[in-house]
């Protein structure tokens, strides 16, 4: 079973591997395109690069604000079990 677990996470990283890379070659050729259909291209592309950008700096964000959330719950439920068992006061990292 455990072999068929690692050839399935082979394979995904493997699609993974393929999809970067592909993604890479595309984004290598843009200024083969602006050159080849002109410099007005090359603007286009960049207005619409610039739109991606501002979406993926506000998802990082959402990721960021419900990473430190989930730290603070975290922190939380700690606190609670410190007040029945101070075992774990000494661990505090």
């Known amino acids: ?3 068929n677990m690692g050839e399935s ?21 843009f200024p083969f395109i602006g050159a080849f259909f002109g410099i007005s291209s090359l603007g286009l592309i960049a207005m619409y ?14 990721f960021l604000v419900y990473y430190f959330y989930k730290k603070k719950q975290n922190s ?3 606190a609670t079990v410190c007040d029945v ?4 006061k000494g661990k505090e990292s």
């Not at 996470?9 to 050729?29: E, F, Q, R």
């Open 1 to 3: 079973m455990k072999n």
């Open 9 to 29: 996470s082979l394979k995904a990283a493997k699609k993974l591997g393929v999809g970067g890379i592909l993604l890479c070659g595309v984004c290598c050729t």
């Open 49 to 62: 690069l610039e739109k991606a950008g501002v979406l993926a700096v506000s998802v990082a964000a959402l």
């Open 76 to 78: 939380k439920s700690c």
């Open 85 to 88: 068992n101070c075992d774990c």
